[in-house]
């Protein structure tokens, strides 16, 4: 009997390979030290390739790494050596449209930062606790929207990035006018 497939971890690292949001499900990296060196380690390995215009994909470590690149962020899923490299490739694809779509299309680091809290419920969407729940970008994203109050409700109900957000985008707009 065939198991679900598994994931044991998603990356995104800025251009210098520093965290910018990291989700863990497996055990093989037991202390933080260890999981900064593995991402140190993958980002030097992959960082050479050419993998911003489709996905990468390298032996590392008995783990499989599917990379893809956009501007200044890697992004990277890492499963067991015995997984299916397409499944790896379609989940890293998954996470990396739904963040295109949820910062519209503007993806690079300030952007990631600012909206970290959607970027991180699009992980949880994506994967809990490593298997792979979902992988259409478009259902992540409706998903991860519908968790998170839209710019129309009013200041009282919405955090202080999203009010932030929303005072920016009415600057914006009478700047413009």
């Not at 800025?14 to 497996?26: I, N, P, T």
Request: hydrophobic content about 40%.
């Amino acid at each position: 009997m065939e198991s679900c497939p598994t994931v044991k971890n998603i990356l995104l690292l800025d251009s210098e390979g520093k965290r910018v949001a990291v989700k863990y499900y497996s055990e093989d990296w037991p202390t933080n030290n260890a999981k900064e060196a593995f991402e140190k380690a993958v980002f030097t390995k992959t960082q050479k390739t050419n993998a911003r215009t489709e996905a990468e994909i390298a032996m590392f470590e008995n783990s499989i790494v599917v990379c893809k690149f956009v501007q200044d962020l890697h992004f990277f899923v890492t499963g067991g050596d015995d997984e299916n490299e397409l499944i790896l490739a379609t989940v890293l694809q998954g996470f990396f449209d739904a963040v295109g779509i949820l910062l519209r299309g503007n993806v690079d680091k300030k952007e990631a930062l600012e909206n970290l809290d959607l970027i991180l419920l699009c992980l949880d969407e994506i994967v809990d606790g490593g298997i792979v729940l979902e992988t259409d970008s478009n259902v992540i994203a409706s998903k991860v929207a519908s968790h998170s109050i839209d710019s129309g409700a009013p200041l009282s109900e919405q955090t202080i990035g999203q009010a932030l957000a929303t005072a920016r985008e009415h600057f914006a707009r009478s700047l413009l006018k």
